[in-house]
């Protein structure tokens, strides 16, 4: 069984926001299963994405992927996923298939950021350097959107 991971408090709200994208990745999983329209479960995850996922993806970018080389294969890796996630969100489409592909795309993506980058920069940066960045992003409650609770 995999051990929680610890983290340097000023990527503690980072990782929070991971889970909660986590858990999103869990719904569309639960509306395809039970075969929700995928209207329903795309107005959802459009949502996620705006109230979210785009501030979080900025806040990564601006302040978390400079602490270490903007060349490093790491950073690239996970600028390309970013890319990629803001083009999965921002497409008209709205089918199974296209819902499928955000949820392996964001949780690859946050797997490899926690288990992987985040691990780096925690052994590279300094962690008085780390704690120059605490606070940088909002560490306040995560809302959700629970008017269409399509995945109970």
Request: aromatic share 8%.
């Amino acid at each position: 069984m995999n051990k929680p991971l610890k983290r340097h408090e000023a990527l503690r709200p980072f990782s929070r926001e991971h889970h909660f994208s986590l858990l999103l990745c869990w719904k569309i999983r639960q509306g395809i299963t039970k075969n929700i329209d995928p209207s329903r479960i795309m107005t959802h995850v459009r949502w996620h994405y705006n109230k979210h996922i785009r501030q979080h993806f900025d806040a990564e970018e601006r302040h978390i992927f400079p602490l270490i080389d903007p060349q490093d294969e790491l950073v690239q890796r996970a600028l390309v996923d970013h890319q990629s996630l803001r083009r999965l969100f921002e497409s008209e489409e709205t089918s199974y298939h296209q819902l499928s592909k955000i949820e392996k795309t964001l949780n690859e993506h946050i797997r490899f950021e926690e288990r992987v980058l985040f691990k780096r920069i925690e052994a590279q940066i300094n962690p008085k350097i780390l704690s120059g960045i605490s606070g940088i992003h909002n560490n306040e409650r995560i809302d959700d959107n629970e008017e269409d609770p399509f995945w109970e």
